[in-house]
């Protein structure tokens, strides 16, 4: 089925918070992409954010974000007075995302909604009883390790006392009973964010959009999945990691490895709630770093610059079968991108996934394998993706003999690079993929300002927002109008009527 989509992290999105929320913008942008004819929303992970506020490195592979809680629910439901709501500086700027001041001040606005949420006998309710239950599994975890994360000045969880950092059951019995009001609060975050999410989720399908969803491979050293779950892990009996990913050039991500031998044991068992999970709360799940699951470089910690690290196997196809014995077929997207191998070829074959092709890759050479007319049906096609300069930008640099061959190629005899980005956007369009996926700076023509993460830089990214009450009608009907000529608009009832005819994102 020939389909298109658009993509756009949630913390894009207009909002009077410092970062885009659950809020009616969200809503509204649900809206824009019926008008579009388009099918699917890709957004980034929804996890909370640790050091570089990227939602690649979370402290949770479960937990969601408290900055995507929308205040003005929170006052709907009576839980925020008018004066509370905007008792708070979240930053001014509503192009760019002020994380310092989120950090500082959003869990402040969130306790004072827990604290009337107490007052109004809300952990005494039947929803709140149930979604404790439902999320025990990773809940129950994560609401201690953030509150005794809070209690230890936000130090690593490796820092902390002997007692704690193994997970000694007395230890824990008594963090638990100490700071029982912290750990009541960090559970209100996550049913108020579960909650949002569900309705804002519902309403996409009920407009026929489906969300994909973005899993990254790895975690954060610094986890609630790492302290919680060592034996996922390569840990040593203190709980310490025996290695961390990288790359063999010298990079170091970081990232605690897998211990797949164990996890085989186990029937993968974490890895399969953590793919039931997702499979929950998205469509379709996009997974980032798919050759993870063939190889991944190991640098033994603490890390030395003189030390060495090895290649070392991952599960391969016994992951995926082990999934679908389990769990049953899962709409996946398979971030296949940087080196390719025939190994690496085959498991995207072997597991019938989607990979996924990126244009700007595609003009480097006369036989690159990016180029359009190599894309295969099962596939998905960008013009660039999140961590791809925005399509103008990309336009700019390239030289005299590229830019010729890609005006050829492409048909382009625009003199403009904006006209130049639209023909590499109807390209996109035109290929045989089953799935074009835009991001939405490259509809709204955007330089460096609309880019979302420049790789191998710490500091400076995740922080692009769209204007409020930027996207028109005009700009809708545009993209329809690539949707409906190179067959890409999906035919379908929505459960819910026509969606509204207001673009006020």
Same mark, same amino acid.
């Given at each position: 089925?020939?389909?298109?989509?658009?993509?756009?992290?949630?913390?894009?999105?207009?909002?009077?918070?410092?970062?885009?929320?659950?809020?009616?913008?969200?809503?509204?942008?649900?809206?824009?992409?019926?008008?579009?004819?388009?099918?699917?929303?890709?957004?980034?992970?929804?996890?909370?954010?640790?050091?570089?506020?990227?939602?690649?490195?979370?402290?949770?592979?479960?937990?969601?974000?408290?900055?995507?809680?929308?205040?003005?629910?929170?006052?709907?439901?009576?839980?925020?007075?008018?004066?509370?709501?905007?008792?708070?500086?979240?930053?001014?700027? &509503?192009?760019?995302?002020?994380?310092?001041?989120?950090?500082?001040?959003?869990?402040?606005?969130?306790?004072?909604?827990?604290?009337?949420?107490?007052?109004?006998?809300?952990?005494?309710?039947?929803?709140?009883?149930?979604?404790?239950?439902?999320?025990?599994?990773?809940?129950?975890?994560?609401?201690?390790?953030?509150?005794?994360?809070?209690?230890?000045?936000?130090?690593?969880?490796?820092?902390?006392?002997?007692?704690?950092?193994?997970?000694?059951?007395?230890?824990?019995?008594?963090?638990?009973?100490?700071?029982?009001?912290? &750990?009541?609060?960090?559970?209100?975050?996550?049913?108020?964010?579960?909650?949002?999410?569900?309705?804002?989720?519902?309403?996409?399908?009920?407009?026929?959009?489906?969300?994909?969803?973005?899993?990254?491979?790895?975690?954060?050293?610094?986890?609630?999945?790492?302290?919680?779950?060592?034996? $996922?892990?390569?840990?040593?009996?203190?709980?310490?990691?025996?290695?961390?990913?990288?790359?063999?050039?010298?990079?170091?991500?970081?990232?605690?490895?897998?211990?797949?031998?164990?996890?085989?044991?186990?029937?993968?068992?974490?890895?399969?709630?953590?793919?039931?999970?997702?499979?929950?709360?998205?469509? &379709?799940?996009?997974?980032?770093?798919?050759?993870?699951?063939?190889?991944?470089?190991?640098?033994?910690?603490? $890390?030395?610059?003189?030390?060495?690290?090895?290649?070392?196997?991952?599960?391969?196809?016994?992951?995926?079968?082990?999934?679908?014995?389990?769990?049953?077929?899962?709409?996946?997207?398979?971030?296949?991108?940087?080196? $390719?191998?025939?190994?690496?070829?085959?498991?995207?074959?072997?597991?019938?996934?989607?990979?996924?092709?990126?244009?700007?890759?595609?003009?480097?050479?006369?036989?690159?394998?990016?180029?359009?007319?190599?894309?295969?049906?099962?596939?998905?096609?960008?013009?660039?993706?999140?961590?791809?300069?925005?399509?103008?930008?990309? $336009?700019?640099?390239?030289?005299?003999?590229?830019?010729?061959?890609?005006?050829?190629?492409?048909?382009?005899?625009?003199?403009?690079?904006?006209?130049?980005?639209?023909?590499?956007?109807?390209?996109?369009?035109?290929?045989?993929?089953?799935?074009?996926?835009?991001?939405?700076?490259?509809?709204?023509?955007?330089?460096?300002?609309?880019?979302?993460?420049?790789?191998?830089?710490?500091?400076?990214?995740?922080?692009?927002?769209?204007?409020?009450?930027?996207?028109?009608?005009?700009?809708?009907?545009?993209?329809?109008?690539?949707?409906?000529?190179?067959?890409?608009?999906?035919?379908?009832?929505?459960?819910?009527?026509?969606?509204?005819?207001?673009?006020?994102?």
């Amino acid at each position: 089925m020939r389909r298109a989509g658009i993509l756009m992290p949630i913390s894009s999105l207009p909002s009077p918070f410092g970062i885009g929320t659950f809020s009616k913008e969200a809503y509204d942008f649900v809206d824009f992409l019926v008008q579009a004819g388009q099918y699917s929303w890709q957004i980034l992970p929804l996890g909370p954010t640790g050091f570089g506020d990227s939602p690649y490195q979370s402290v949770s592979a479960f937990a969601g974000n408290p900055y995507f809680i929308d205040p003005v629910t929170l006052k709907e439901e009576g839980l925020l007075s008018e004066e509370e709501l905007w008792s708070y500086d979240f930053g001014s700027d &509503v192009t760019q995302a002020d994380y310092g001041k989120l950090y500082n001040f959003r869990l402040l606005l969130l306790n004072t909604a827990f604290q009337h949420f107490e007052e109004q006998g809300g952990t005494m309710s039947d929803a709140w009883h149930d979604f404790l239950s439902e999320e025990a599994d990773w809940l129950e975890d994560y609401a201690l390790f953030m509150a005794i994360k809070k209690e230890q000045d936000g130090k690593s969880w490796l820092d902390w006392p002997a007692p704690l950092k193994k997970r000694e059951a007395a230890a824990l019995k008594q963090a638990g009973e100490e700071l029982a009001s912290s &750990v009541n609060f960090f559970r209100f975050v996550q049913y108020e964010f579960f909650r949002q999410w569900k309705k804002l989720h519902a309403y996409a399908q009920k407009q026929g959009i489906e969300i994909i969803g973005d899993m990254p491979f790895f975690v954060s050293l610094d986890s609630c999945d790492a302290w919680s779950h060592p034996e $996922v892990f390569e840990m040593s009996s203190s709980h310490t990691p025996r290695a961390v990913a990288g790359t063999a050039d010298g990079q170091v991500w970081g990232n605690p490895v897998y211990d797949w031998k164990e996890l085989k044991r186990d029937h993968y068992g974490w890895w399969m709630r953590r793919m039931a999970f997702a499979a929950k709360i998205y469509d &379709v799940i996009r997974i980032d770093h798919f050759h993870g699951f063939l190889s991944c470089y190991a640098i033994p910690w603490p $890390v030395d610059e003189k030390a060495k690290g090895a290649m070392e196997k991952g599960p391969g196809i016994a992951f995926f079968q082990e999934l679908k014995a389990q769990l049953g077929e899962i709409p996946m997207i398979a971030e296949d991108l940087g080196s $390719v191998t025939e190994e690496n070829t085959k498991l995207l074959k072997d597991t019938g996934i989607p990979g996924m092709n990126i244009l700007q890759y595609a003009f480097t050479s006369w036989d690159s394998i990016y180029l359009p007319h190599k894309i295969e049906k099962n596939a998905v096609v960008y013009t660039g993706n999140h961590d791809n300069m925005t399509t103008p930008s990309w $336009v700019k640099t390239l030289n005299e003999g590229e830019r010729k061959f890609t005006r050829a190629y492409i048909r382009s005899w625009n003199t403009d690079d904006n006209g130049m980005t639209w023909d590499m956007i109807r390209e996109a369009y035109h290929c045989p993929a089953d799935l074009c996926i835009i991001p939405l700076p490259d509809y709204l023509c955007l330089g460096e300002d609309g880019r979302i993460n420049t790789p191998g830089t710490a500091q400076g990214n995740w922080k692009w927002r769209l204007k409020p009450d930027f996207l028109s009608k005009e700009l809708a009907g545009s993209i329809r109008a690539l949707a409906e000529t190179y067959g890409r608009i999906v035919k379908q009832e929505k459960s819910n009527g026509k969606a509204d005819d207001s673009l006020s994102v």
